[in-house]
């Protein structure tokens, strides 16, 4: 079971390039979230999709757009990098019901330089 | 607005210890979930357990238990035996509302170290 599948692992960009993250579940979940964790803190939510074709503001939506593409793939991008943005990515789907449950990623470490 | 808060931002117990991470949380929607998730060093998100609101009984998964109390808004992780394998980041979350559109946020989170 592949899950939830997130790339690149890794990434290093300069000041003002853009990039999109990737993120793709295998779970048949209709939610999906992108969230960022910076060294030693929490999570903060940036986007999130309850179902194709709908995406709402998190916490720290500023300087990102999302895409659900359909049901499997909601991607985040970086139109204009900034060093504020140097964080762990995280994407994740979720579960409903009896057995609610938040199905994370391996996350993108990304620094801007 | 939904708010978790996590005051504890670290712990130290020694190994074999029951121990009691806490988490409150605001929120004005009768329909809301709680979770709570370990993250160790390695980085990755791992599910500990889940509290819906209308939920009767406290939630337990092995030596987890959401210790429940709705009046006091609290949803705190009681760890029985801690392991020296417990010592991570955990974090308290909350999904608000019923509908599938809610968003889910995090807490600050709790560094747990065990001490052989």
């Known amino acids: 079971n592949a899950g939830v599948t997130q790339t690149p692992k890794f990434q290093v960009l300069k000041t003002g390039q853009s990039m999109t993250l990737q993120c793709a579940q295998d779970m048949n979940h209709n939610s999906m979230y992108w969230y960022r964790q910076d060294p030693g803190m929490g999570l903060r939510l940036i986007y999130y999709s309850a179902s194709e074709g709908t995406t709402d503001k998190g916490e720290v939506p500023n300087g990102y757009n999302v895409s659900r593409l359909n049901k499997r793939e909601f991607s985040l991008r970086l139109e204009s990098a900034a060093p504020s943005q140097t964080s762990v990515y995280f994407c994740a789907s979720s579960s409903r019901g009896r057995e609610e449950k938040l199905f994370f990623g391996s996350g993108t470490q990304l620094s801007v330089l | 607005a939904q708010k978790i808060t996590q005051t504890q931002p670290g712990m130290f117990v020694q190994e074999k210890e029951a121990v009691t991470l806490d988490c409150t949380y605001d929120t004005s929607d009768p329909s809301y979930g709680l979770f709570w998730y370990k993250q160790p060093s390695s980085g990755e998100m791992i599910f500990l357990i889940y509290q819906g609101s209308y939920d009767q009984q406290n939630a337990t998964e092995g030596r987890y238990s959401l210790n429940f109390q709705k009046a006091r808004k609290s949803a705190n992780l009681v760890i029985s035996a801690s392991q020296l394998g417990d010592s991570a980041m955990y974090f308290c979350?909350?999904?608000?509302?019923?509908?599938?559109?809610?968003?889910?946020?995090f807490g600050s989170g709790t560094r747990l170290s065990i001490r052989p």
């Open positions: 979350a909350m999904r608000e509302g019923r509908s599938s559109a809610s968003k889910i946020i």
